[in-house]
């Protein structure tokens, strides 16, 4: 909504809007796009208009959507889903996501899947098997590997932390 807001307060007529992605009507010119560039940074967002740029953050977006907002099951292939929702070479798509943010696609899907096992363990409503079988992972010990590896913590303490970070009502 603040996008659209923005285009149409400079009269541009976006014709879809999608996360990470604006389709306008019109063509603009250099001085247009540095304009718009500048108002959108004000707002926290970055006008991305070269190809490379593009691929990755679609790469980015589909990865984020996967694991945090999708009800796919995440043993799904990765290679299959990337290229179903950017239909590129796979190949091409992953040296170019090492080449510029100087790591694989793999460990960003795997950091994002931490990510997100940390915000269930937070939200206390699943069992960490329930965990790693919403995550796709074939086990618990093999998430909890995987945790341990990426953030230095084991679930278990992990949570201990959340845990020692807030007080009951009854200890205000």
Do not use: C, W
């Not at 796919?72 to 090492?98: A, G, M, V």
């Not at 096992?117 to 939200?123: F, G, H, M, R, T």
């Amino acid at each position: 909504m603040v996008v659209k807001a923005q285009l149409e307060s400079k009269n541009l007529h976006p014709i879809s809007i999608n996360l990470g992605e604006v389709d306008i009507q019109e063509n603009l010119t250099k001085e247009e796009l540095i304009t718009l560039d500048s108002s959108l940074k004000s707002l926290g967002f970055e006008l991305i208009d070269d190809k490379k740029s593009q691929s990755i953050e679609k790469i980015k977006n589909a990865i984020v959507i996967l694991v945090h907002h999708s009800d796919h099951h995440l043993k799904t292939n990765l290679s299959e889903f990337i290229t179903s929702q950017i239909p590129q070479d796979y190949h091409y798509l992953s040296n170019l996501f090492s080449e510029v943010e100087g790591t694989t696609i793999e460990k960003y899907f795997i950091t994002q899947r931490i990510e997100r096992a940390k915000e269930l363990i937070v939200y206390d409503e699943l069992s960490l098997s329930e965990i790693a079988d919403q995550l796709g992972y074939s086990s618990t010990a093999y998430l909890s590997n995987q945790f341990k590896k990426i953030t230095g913590f084991t679930p278990s303490y992990f949570k201990s932390l959340k845990e020692h970070k807030r007080k009951n009502i009854e200890e205000l």
